[in-house]
């Protein structure tokens, strides 16, 4: 089974452009199809089983983009694997670290086996197993 990940964006200065193509790259190395697209440009998410989005910080706001993307793709949202990631000012160096963290975090945190073959009939995901209360 081939996985695919859209990892979309909301870029004002091409930074966090940077990022999302960066946490692509991470994830294709690891045999996950992976597309990076800016936030504005994606209509339908159905085609990708999990989703990264990423926002430029700035003024203690995320990029208008991803906020606009999380809102109208919500209910799809919920019903998939959703990681986010936000960039700000610091050192290339700095976001280098973030990015390898959400693109392995992507990579390990899902079983993909399970997730693929456990819905319920109204496409919810299943329950996790380890998940506690509260």
């Known amino acids: 089974?081939?996985?695919?990940?859209?990892?979309?964006?909301?870029?004002?200065?091409?930074?966090?452009?940077?990022?999302?193509?960066?946490?692509?790259?991470?994830?294709?190395?690891?045999?996950?199809?992976?597309?990076?697209?800016?936030?504005?440009?994606?209509?339908?998410?159905?085609?990708?089983?999990?989703?990264?989005?990423g926002g430029?910080?700035?003024?203690?706001?995320?990029?208008?983009?991803?906020?606009?993307?999380a809102r109208r793709h919500r209910h799809a949202l919920a019903g998939r694997p959703l990681w986010l990631f936000s960039s700000g000012p610091s050192t290339r160096r700095h976001w280098n670290g973030t990015s390898l963290l959400c693109a392995a975090s992507a990579r390990s945190s899902v079983d993909w086996e399970r997730w693929s073959t456990s819905r319920s009939a109204d496409g919810r995901r299943p329950e996790r197993e380890d998940a506690s209360p509260g």
Not at 16 to 45: H, M, N, Y
């Open 1 to 53: 089974m081939t996985r695919t990940v859209l990892v979309a964006y909301g870029s004002k200065k091409g930074s966090t452009a940077e990022i999302a193509q960066f946490i692509a790259s991470i994830l294709r190395d690891e045999g996950v199809k992976a597309d990076a697209r800016p936030a504005a440009q994606v209509c339908d998410i159905r085609p990708y089983e999990a989703v990264v989005l």
């Open 56 to 69: 430029a910080l700035r003024m203690g706001r995320w990029h208008r983009d991803a906020r606009r993307f």
